[in-house]
Nanobody, 122 residues
């Protein structure tokens, strides 16, 4: 199993920045893909960004492209999400997720999830 723990959420003003971190533990060697999802109240969980752990290839949802950057430090088993120019519509619970196989930004591809960290933009 893979355990994921997120941190770095908080409250920020419109246009501000935050960096989320996700530390993975357990059977981390077989993670194929790491991703960030978010879920706002009353809405479905949506993919934000993902990174293929082997190649470093990244993909972003259109809503965050150019503002968010996903990165990884494999030595620390950590994935980051740098969020700049935050907007009120970015307000949500942000979840880190790990996939052993597929890397498309679909909820069902990810078997392991963190507990989430809240981001509020006002």
């Amino acid at each position: 199993h893979v355990q994921l723990v997120e941190s770095g959420g908080g409250s920020v003003m419109f246009g501000g920045s935050l960096r989320l971190s996700c530390v993975a533990s357990g059977y981390t060697y077989n993670r194929n893909c790491m991703a960030w999802f978010r879920q706002a109240p009353g809405k479905e969980r949506e993919g934000v960004a993902r990174i293929a752990t082997g190649s470093g290839n990244t993909y972003y949802a259109d809503s965050v492209k150019g503002r968010f950057t996903i990165s990884q430090d494999n030595a620390k088993n950590t994935v980051y999400l740098q969020m700049n120019n935050l907007l009120p519509e970015d307000t949500a619970m942000y979840y880190c997720a790990a996939s052993l196989y597929y890397c498309s930004l679909v909820v069902s591809n990810f078997a392991y999830w963190g507990q989430g960290t809240q981001v509020t933009v006002s």
